[in-house]
């Protein structure tokens, strides 16, 4: 496909620009600040991911690096508040190894790992996966419970292709409830940003 294509001419440093901006995610965001935002090379992932994992597994699997932009609110942790809304922008070698690392990395991983200790004091309780629509090309989610010492953590995580880029929306969610609605409609907007980028709208 041309859009596929198109996306080969896409550079480390157009990643950036991908990422939504705070005025053009859903109107639940809009009281949140910027908590975290930066290049995410495979170096960071490997730190911050599931143990064992490493920086030369994921270049193998074919990500050359990412970029992403969270937004949060943490003084209102009440049950069911979203407290975080964040999207990544991934590129990788080709298109096949998106669709490859959306499965055997994405969903793989977190279900593998159902039981272990991720972060500080947290244990990955149970995953779910979700189903998706509404999407240019493949997409799949999950929907992550994690529990520890101060309660529940839901993260509903949505992933999609777009040629050789991963998009990533994420919702995270105070207690154990699934926000699908939520993590899809953000996952469409940095859909639409993503494309506007490749085909040089941006």
């Known amino acids: 496909m041309a859009l596929d294509r198109a996306t080969f001419g896409i550079s480390e440093e157009s990643l950036q620009y991908m990422v939504l901006e705070k005025t053009d995610m859903p109107e639940e965001f809009q009281g949140f600040q910027v908590v975290r935002e930066g290049p995410l090379d495979n170096e960071t992932m490997a730190q911050h991911g599931f143990q064992g994992n490493t920086p030369e597994r994921f270049r193998t699997l074919g990500r050359v690096t990412g970029f992403m932009r969270e937004l949060g609110e943490t003084t209102n942790a009440v049950d069911g508040f979203n407290f975080l809304g964040a999207t990544v922008a991934h590129l990788f ?16 991983d977190f279900e593998a790992n159902v039981g272990e ?41 949505l992933d999609f292709r777009v040629g050789r880029i991963l998009g990533v929306a994420f919702v995270g969610t105070v207690g154990d409830h699934e926000r699908l609605d939520l993590a899809t ?10 494309v506007k980028v490749v085909l040089g709208a941006v």
């Open 93 to 108: 070698d080709n298109p096949k190894t998106v669709t490859d690392w959306m499965h055997e990395v994405f969903i793989k």
């Open 117 to 157: 200790s991720v972060g500080e004091d947290q244990q990955l309780i149970s995953t779910k996966r979700l189903e998706t629509s509404g999407f240019f090309d493949e997409a799949v989610a999950l929907k992550v419970l994690q529990g520890g010492t101060s309660g529940l953590v839901s993260s509903t995580v």
């Open 185 to 194: 409609q953000l996952a469409q907007s940095l859909e639409k940003q993503i």
